[in-house]
């Protein structure tokens, strides 16, 4: 398995984590705990766990990297349950290298509506990379440099509050979106192939529209996951608010 580095702050301009010598010390708790997503341990590529990003948020990982958080990215929630706080404009996580994804994943994670501005940047590649997920409060996004631009991935059914379920996979030709473990949308193409920030957008002229609510858990799959599977990884990790 790949080392692991994992943020020692929440609130600070830049903080990159030195290299552990040994894995982080919820490694072997979140072993224990993804035994619960059965064979899906097997395709698990990340799991970001928001609950315990102060004392190291990475629960576990098969990507090599450095986690760092830029700007004001605040811990929310009860003390039972927490989430990361993206509405400082400017604020996100930073993954250095970018974690390549390539063709063929799922990413999913629990968001938090109405969000408080026109868009809302979920994932985001590296200035390279070309490629965003991002939604409002009535329709779920993509953006491609190679297809052009904005790509609709879905209008949600209804107006959106509290938390809701966002997924995106791609099989190497196809990209699809899901809410609340329902598929939402598809576009023909993968918009998306590598992450290099979550919660904002990295280019500070967009951090002011592009800005998330609060997203809880983060994960990514090696592979795309059925419908079915979506939902089993909801029921895994849930904000207790969540319907």
């Known amino acids: 398995m790949s080392r692991v580095l994992s943020t020692l702050s929440v609130a600070c301009t830049i903080c990159i984590a030195d290299e552990p010598t040994a894995p982080p010390p919820n490694q072997a708790t979140a072993e224990k705990r993804l035994e619960a997503l059965g064979n899906l341990k097997d395709d698990l590529g990340l799991w970001i766990g928001m609950n315990s990003l102060e004392c190291g948020g990475i629960e ?42 390539d063709q063929k994943y799922t990413v999913c994670t629990w968001m938090l509506f109405p969000t408080p501005a026109k868009h809302a940047s979920i994932w985001q590649a590296p200035p390279e990379g070309g490629g965003a997920v991002y939604s409002d409060d009535t329709e779920l996004f993509g953006w491609s440099r190679q297809f052009g631009g904005d790509v609709n991935l879905g209008k949600f059914p209804e107006e959106m509050a509290g938390w809701h379920h ?14 609340d473990g329902k598929e939402l949308g598809n576009f023909d193409g993968v918009i998306l192939r590598k992450i290099g920030t979550i919660g ?44």
């Open 60 to 101: 576990w990982a098969r990507f090599d990297f450095k986690l760092m958080v830029v700007g004001d990215v605040k811990i929310a929630g009860e003390k039972e349950r927490k989430w990361m706080d993206f509405r400082t404009p400017g604020s996100y996580l930073k993954f250095e290298p970018a974690v390549s994804i």
């Open 166 to 179: 966002i997924a995106l996979t791609a099989d190497g030709t196809t990209t699809r979106a899901f809410l």
């Open 200 to 243: 904002n957008h990295w280019n500070v002229t967009y951090t002011n529209r592009n800005m998330c609510n609060a997203l809880d858990d983060q994960f990514i799959f090696r592979r795309p996951l059925s419908a079915d599977e979506i939902q089993k990884v909801m029921k895994f990790e849930r904000p207790r608010d969540a319907k």
